[in-house]
């Protein structure tokens, strides 16, 4: 009886000792760890002297076959007017609260860069209200168009309602200017800096915007049809409803893009090869 006990207790020390003690878990990486481990290695790391990476609406990439207007047309005349009160909606658009440099897919502004250039040599030049748009500002379009605020109406569409604006095809749910293909221009007088009389102002959604309306002076009518002529050897083709309203001619393959404005933009880097 005395062996086996000594047996059993043998036993039970050789199974003890046996026993390996599990590996303890690695612990979890930070936010630090796991921030820079999703970057690859070969893209420029936040902070970085080429671009930042940021989270949410701050600075970002921008599309490399996008452009800032300013840099592609040195002088150009900008005044984005969705980023302030004084547009048909009567306050900021979605997208547009971030930044004031108008941006366009780099074929386009270099049509607007040939049109700029022949103006200058009659002493005129462009003036862009709008040019890339993100397709969040058309959402908001939509949305306050199912609002009660009309406190604009009589200033921008006296003669119809947020419906007719859709209905007279004014607006639509989408735009080339969410493609980066389309801007709103006008011209004026380098000298004085004064817009050309056009017979209305922009965005004045009304059938006296269409570029061929007949109801405006002789100098009105000449001053559409110089801004048509000159857009059109450019490049760029007017929309008839809005004599403000031109688009690039051959889009050719188009992508639409929703990124807010913003004044400090870089290209996107190439992919690795």
């Not at 017979?199 to 309306?213: E, I, Q, V």
Request: hydrophobic fraction near 35%; include cysteine.
């Amino acid at each position: 009886m005395w062996k086996l006990f000594q047996t059993a207790v043998l036993l039970t020390m050789l199974c003890n000792c046996s026993q390996v003690t599990p590996e303890q878990p690695a612990p979890a990486p930070g936010p630090e760890q796991v921030r820079k481990s999703a970057i690859p290695a070969d893209l420029p790391a936040p902070g970085s002297d080429i671009c930042k990476l940021m989270d949410g609406e701050g600075s970002r990439y921008m599309p490399a076959e996008l452009c800032y207007l300013d840099d592609a047309v040195p002088g150009i005349r900008v005044n984005l007017r969705y980023c302030g009160c004084d547009n048909f909606v009567g306050r900021p658009l979605a997208g547009y609260t971030t930044g004031s440099r108008a941006i366009l897919r780099r074929d386009t502004a270099a049509c607007i860069a040939k049109a700029q250039e022949e103006l200058n040599k009659k002493g005129l030049g462009l003036l862009v209200w709008d040019a890339y748009r993100p397709h969040r500002a058309m959402k908001d379009f939509y949305a306050w168009s199912h609002t009660d605020d009309d406190r604009m109406k009589s200033q921008f569409y006296p003669n119809i309602t947020k419906r007719g604006i859709y209905e007279g095809k004014y607006i639509r749910r989408t735009s080339e200017h969410s493609l980066g293909v389309a801007v709103d221009v006008t011209i004026i007088d380098l000298a004085t800096g004064q817009e050309l009389d056009m017979g209305t102002g922009f965005d004045f959604l009304d059938p006296s915007s269409a570029t061929r309306y007949t109801g405006i002076t002789p100098e009105q009518h000449a001053n559409r049809m110089l801004l048509r002529d000159v857009m059109d050897r450019a490049g760029m083709r007017n929309y008839k409803r809005e004599w403000w309203h031109y688009f690039l001619k051959e889009k050719g393959k188009v992508k639409r893009y929703d990124f807010p404005l913003s004044d400090t933009l870089v290209p996107t880097p190439e992919s690795p090869r």
